[in-house]
């Protein structure tokens, strides 16, 4: 039993870091952060679950259930109480204090992190990490942008949640540009890469992995 107890005040002295969280980001979010004359994908929805995907370059995104493809199954919107899927966030069986993924209501995301015990998340994207399959790379840097800015705007002052932001690998120029100006605003830890990237060509044809030597100026900037 002193055993369990000397266990149970270890635990509590452990500050908890969760580097695997996400923040799902609206097509609501890049229409106000874009900038320029630049047009988000079209976007459909599924009336039936109220699932939403980008259609790029003629390929929903995220994939629909069952089908090949880049991104989570279950489309742009997290429900947290899915009527196809289920509770997606399920914590002791206790409704999240959040009203969504996003990062609109961060008191409610602290609440929940602080009932799972969480001292520090580092959130990842969600709907920017099918970027990397838009081909063109002055489009998927405005959605980069438009991102990163949400992001930052959202984590003024904030010590608790950090996130990783994201680049237009499409072109190492832009990717480079945007790397050195995210670097110099607040809330980031680090940066999201997928791990192939859309290039000339037909999707499924024209993908580069990112050991392509053509990213080889990028990853020399990024160190």
């Keep these: 039993m002193k055993g369990n107890e000397e266990f149970k005040n270890i635990i509590q002295n452990i500050k908890v870091i969760d580097t695997d969280a996400h923040v799902v980001e609206k097509p ?50 997290q429900h947290f109480d899915h009527p196809r899927f289920g509770k997606v966030v399920d914590m002791n069986r206790d409704s999240p204090m959040a009203n969504d993924g996003s990062l609109d209501e961060i008191e409610g995301r602290i609440r929940d992190m602080d009932r799972m015990g969480i001292f520090l998340q580092v959130v990842n994207p969600t709907l920017a990490i099918p970027v990397a399959m838009i081909k063109d790379a002055k489009v998927a840097n405005a959605m980069c942008r438009a991102y990163n800015n949400y992001v930052s705007e959202s984590l003024k002052n ?41 290039s000339d060509g037909e999707v499924g044809l024209g993908l580069k992995t990112i050991a392509d030597d053509t990213f080889d100026p990028f990853w020399k900037e990024e160190s």
């Design 158 to 198: 904030q010590s608790r949640i950090k996130a990783n932001f994201v680049v237009p690998l499409q072109n190492v120029n832009l990717a480079i540009e945007e790397l050195n100006r995210v670097v110099k605003m607040n809330g980031f830890a680090g940066i999201v890469i997928p791990p192939i990237v859309v």
């Design 28 to 77: 609501e979010h890049y229409k106000k952060y874009m900038e320029g004359n630049y047009e988000l994908p079209m976007i459909v929805e599924d009336m039936r679950f109220g699932t939403r995907y980008w259609v790029i370059d003629g390929t929903l995104i995220p994939r629909p259930l069952g089908a090949p493809g880049p991104g989570p199954v279950k489309g742009l919107i």
